[in-house]
T-cell receptor, first 109, second 114 residues
């Protein structure tokens, strides 16, 4: 399993952009980089995933380094609802998700 | 398109009892994975089912067992409950042929063992 490193916590203000970093230097060449988030008392929620190119969806953007050893999840305008624990997880095919400690994101009003 | 559903939402059992948790996968998904999340920790993989067979297992004892049915729904059974089994149990569904492996989670069942 690829090892990931994320900051334990981050804080931002409402309506400002948030950049959540993740290092995954041991990622295999065929692993997709997935991001999930978990709001209090809920199951993890899929956010976005990518392989090599940057990706955008309605929730967020994912910027992947050229060497794929790191990635950054970008929330363009944070809302209070974005307060959650964010996990970055390399994954390929029908494998298990290996959750680390994640980054606890706090959004200030 | 219906999402992943789990039942019950909450459950209280006593040590030594047995429990069955249920999961209905997202429409079109044929693979179900189960995770245990202790308070303050990230989810830990228990096992995965595909085509009604166990398709991978984490570091959990045999008293954790599962089933997958022809409609891809699944059950998690835990025998001889211990206090440390108190946790949020999460079910996630996915499509086995999807290269990315994206899994979609249900809301979980919160189990308390007294």
């Amino acid at each position: 399993d690829a090892k990931t490193t994320q900051p334990n916590s981050m804080e931002s203000n409402e309506e400002e952009p948030v950049h959540l970093p993740c290092n995954h230097s041991t990622i295999s060449g065929t692993d997709y980089i997935h991001w999930y988030r978990q709001l209090p008392s809920q199951g993890p929620e899929y956010v976005i995933h990518g392989l090599t190119s940057n990706v955008n969806n309605r929730m967020a953007s994912l910027a992947i380094a050229e060497d794929r050893k790191s990635s950054t999840l970008i929330l363009h305008r944070a809302t209070l609802r974005d307060a959650a624990v964010y996990y970055c997880i390399p994954l390929q095919g029908a494998q298990k998700l290996v959750f680390g400690q994640g980054t606890r994101l706090t959004i200030n009003p | 398109e219906t999402g992943v559903t789990q039942s019950p939402t909450h459950l209280i059992k006593t040590r030594g009892q047995q429990v069955t948790l249920r999961c209905s996968s997202q429409s079109g998904h044929n693979t179900v994975s189960w995770y245990q999340q202790a308070l303050g920790q990230g989810p830990q993989f228990i096992f995965q089912y595909y085509r009604e067979e166990e398709n991978g297992r984490g570091n959990f004892p045999p008293r954790f067992s599962g089933l997958q049915f022809p409609n891809y729904s699944s059950e998690l059974n835990v025998n001889a409950l211990e206090l440390d089994d108190s946790a949020l149990y999460l079910c996630a569904s996915s499509l086995e042929s999807a290269i990315s492996g994206t899994q979609y989670f249900g809301p979980g069942t919160r189990l308390l063992v007294l």
